[in-house]
């Protein structure tokens, strides 16, 4: 199977902080896969590279074989942990806006998403509450049949009624020829959609397993060996 | 792609810009009608006495003060508009590239040069359209006065001796514009390389600023100085050691003044804009790092 997620020798520092530390891994494609780790384990780092907007200080990161750019800017739909739309945007504006730059992009969807979730595409992005914007992130970059999904805490600031709701949407509607990369350190919510999890500790891969894996041959939970792998 | 991010920064823009440029017209209005009040001496003025048989200019200090105000708002109003035209370009590339909404700008499948080059067109339609609605308020503002027909008929009598008065206007909108261009183009790479020198986003450009700043400022003399050199230099000194009489010596004089101050802009513009466009597309592109 072809490799969506491929990271060489892949080092980023920050003066003296090595955030990722000689990181190889690879990721293959129809996969949902758990980027976890505690705080400043590099999550975030490692998918800000993927995503170009970090450059790293050696190695390389490649997205479907190419490096960062136009062409896999194409293929990765991205979820930031924080909110990235122009505040005096109306919630119709960020629709258009995503449908005439990402050609993968499925507005029809993406509307009946905002209308379930009594979202008015009239209002500006500026009056939403910080939940229902990460909600309207979320929506449009679902929306995309992207070949990798990197979402980074996509439930890391809201409730525990939305985060059901957050993982539901993730799972009805992500390409299934692609893969997801949720970011998280809320296991517990998560590992039930999982198929393989990755354990980032100080920037370098402790550990990559299949979640079926932990199950059967462990028998314990992911949260459960997440304990184990970041026991203080 | 380069047109839909022009469409996209252009209405992000827009409200603002045509808001205040009708601020700027509502006050000229104003100032048109209220400082022949307080002079008097004017079409306007006789009107109101004939109408109303209030007498301008002196008779009452409400209508003087209420002039001379307006006159001082104008003026604060026009400087005002292009502080914020500069301000507003600035904070739309800071904010929308190398804010949080980077993170959205710089994951759509657009190349860098795109996205530097669409803030670059729009923010300099702004800086133009701000500047030629000044002088265009400012213009009306002198009718009322003899001024403009004095300017007038200097013009049209250079045009009479077969002077290229269109070409030299030409000339002069082409140097602003370009000024623009170049102008804004030090601001984008002062950001872009900001956080290289110190951790401060803010702090660093500020620093970087007045790092290019000197330097063009150093450029920029450079290449006056070799303009006033390869130029009609004995016209110079002649014209300092004399007043110039006739006419075709002062539009020789003219001449040669007007092309070492536009020619030598034009060509530190273009130099400095290049540079600073080059240098800022490699800092995006191999020091994006977003904060």
Not at chain 1, 9 to 15: D, I, Q, S, T
Not at chain 1, 38 to 62: C, D, F, M, Q, V
């Amino acid at each position: 199977m072809a490799n969506i997620l491929e990271c060489t020798n892949l080092v980023k520092r920050f003066g003296h902080f090595h955030a990722i530390a000689d990181l190889n891994l690879t990721l293959e494609t129809g996969k949902v896969v758990g980027l976890l780790g505690p705080n400043g384990s590099g999550k975030t780092t490692l998918i800000k590279l993927a995503n170009g907007l970090l450059t790293p200080t050696s190695g390389e990161i490649r997205i479907d074989g190419n490096p960062p750019g136009i062409e896999t800017k194409r293929v990765v739909s991205y979820l930031p942990d924080k909110t990235y739309f122009d505040q005096w945007l109306k919630v119709r504006d960020c629709l258009a806006l995503f449908a005439d730059f990402y050609e993968d992009f499925d507005l029809a969807k993406a509307r009946d998403m905002l209308v379930s979730l009594k979202i008015d595409e009239g209002a500006a992005f500026r009056t939403l509450s910080k939940g229902t914007k990460e909600k309207m992130q979320l929506v449009l970059v679902m929306s995309r049949a992207a070949k990798l999904y990197l979402l980074d805490e996509p439930i890391g600031g809201v409730d525990p009624a939305v985060r059901d709701y957050i993982l539901n949407t993730i799972i009805r509607n992500y390409n299934e020829e692609g893969t997801v990369v949720i970011s998280t350190h809320l296991i517990y919510d998560i590992e039930k959609i999982l198929d393989e999890v990755i354990f980032l500790k100080e920037g370098l891969v402790e550990r990559v397993a299949s979640v079926d894996d932990i199950r059967e041959k462990e028998q314990k939970s992911v949260d459960e060996v997440f304990r184990e792998v970041f026991r203080c | 792609m380069l047109g839909k991010l022009i469409k996209y920064e252009f209405k992000a823009t827009a409200k603002l810009f045509l808001l205040a440029y009708v601020a700027l017209a509502v006050v000229a209005l104003l100032n048109l009608v209220l400082f022949p009040l307080a002079v008097g001496d004017n079409p306007v003025g006789e009107t109101l006495r004939a109408g109303t048989g209030i007498v301008p200019g002196g008779d009452s200090a409400v209508l003087n003060v209420a002039g001379v105000l307006t006159m001082v708002l104008y003026v604060l109003s026009a400087i005002g508009l292009i502080v914020v035209t500069f301000v507003v370009v600035i904070i739309r590339f800071y904010r929308n590239l190398l804010g949080d909404e980077g993170y959205l700008m710089f994951t759509l499948p657009v190349t860098i040069s795109r996205q530097i080059l669409s803030k670059l067109i729009v923010g300099t339609l702004w800086t133009v359209c701000s500047i030629a609605i000044v002088f265009v308020t400012f213009l009306v503002l002198l009718i009322r006065l003899d001024a403009l027909e004095a300017v007038n008929d200097t013009l049209r009598t250079l045009s009479e001796t077969g002077y290229p008065v269109g070409l030299w206007i030409a000339s002069i909108v082409f140097t602003i514009i370009l000024s623009a261009l170049s102008g804004i183009l030090q601001f984008y790479a002062a950001m872009a390389v900001g956080p290289r020198i110190t951790d401060s986003r803010l702090g660093g450009s500020i620093v970087a600023y007045i790092v290019i700043y000197i330097i063009t400022q150093v450029v920029t003399f450079a290449i006056l100085l070799i303009f006033a050199l390869i130029s009609n230099l004995e016209l110079f000194a002649q014209s300092a050691a004399e007043n110039l009489t006739s006419v075709s010596a002062q539009a020789q004089l003219f001449d040669s003044v007007g092309f070492v101050i536009l020619g030598s802009s034009v060509v530190s513009c273009v130099a400095i804009g290049t540079a600073c466009y080059i240098f800022t597309h490699r800092m995006l592109k191999r020091n994006l790092n977003l904060g």
